[in-house]
């Protein structure tokens, strides 16, 4: 069967999360069209997510090989196996549902942490023509990007206002996944009324979201 991989980021559990809130109701609704599927999750703020030391590579983005890595400490080897598990359970998927609010512009820290694990050598990426190249257009490939935000952006000031969506979405193209949509849960604000009507407003596009990636 094919993968959909949810990746959320926020420390908030999933009735208090906006994002955590409309991307369960996008997956429920992705599985009810798409029963074909079957998903994956993976929480940043509860999954240990490595940070990558120089000791972990041989190259540039390239975690060092299984007799290299013997050498080192037990823990280290730890991490690179984490690591390499991160990056195969990313390739393996099909589908990427990412749960995140914007914060200072930008997402929380885990998910960049994450990305790093997941930008590895001869799997998502390769240097091999010189240059790096995407390794992620082998198969069709499709990322949701749900965000909230408290207040109410305007599309004028979103390409600098949105950095976060503009990071992922750059590297997730990088990475040669071309199809990349965002389903934005703006003007949350600061009672549980805005949260509600934000959260049913971003609720209902969810359909016209999945009608377009065209599973």
């Known amino acids: 069967m094919k993968k959909l991989l949810y990746i959320s980021v926020n420390s908030k559990p999933e009735d208090l999360s906006a994002s955590k809130t409309v991307a369960r109701k996008f997956i429920n609704r992705f599985l009810e069209k798409n029963k074909d599927f079957t998903v994956e999750e993976v929480d940043l703020y509860k999954e240990h997510i490595p940070r990558l ?49 914007m914060w200072s512009l930008s997402f929380p ?50 390409p600098v206002m949105n950095k976060g969506i503009n990071y992922v979405e750059n ?7 071309k199809k990349f949509e965002e389903l934005l849960v703006d003007g949350t604000g600061f009672t549980e009324q805005e949260r509600k009507e934000a959260i049913d407003k971003a609720v209902g596009k969810i359909d016209d979201v999945i009608d377009s990636m065209k599973y």
């Open 53 to 101: 030391e120089y000791q972990y590579f041989e190259k540039r983005n390239c975690i060092v090989n299984e007799d290299d890595a013997k050498q080192l400490d037990d823990k280290d080897q730890i991490e690179i196996q984490k690591i390499r598990e991160l990056c195969d359970q990313f390739v393996d998927a099909s589908v990427y549902v990412i749960a995140a609010p």
């Open 109 to 158: 820290a885990p998910l960049k942490e994450y990305i790093d694990c997941i930008m590895q050598d001869q799997k998502t990426i390769t240097f091999d023509s010189g240059k790096p190249e995407g390794l992620l257009n082998n198969i069709d490939r499709s990322v949701v990007y749900i965000q909230s935000s408290g207040g109410h952006i305007p599309w004028i000031l979103k």
């Open 171 to 177: 590297i997730i193209k990088f990475m040669g996944i």
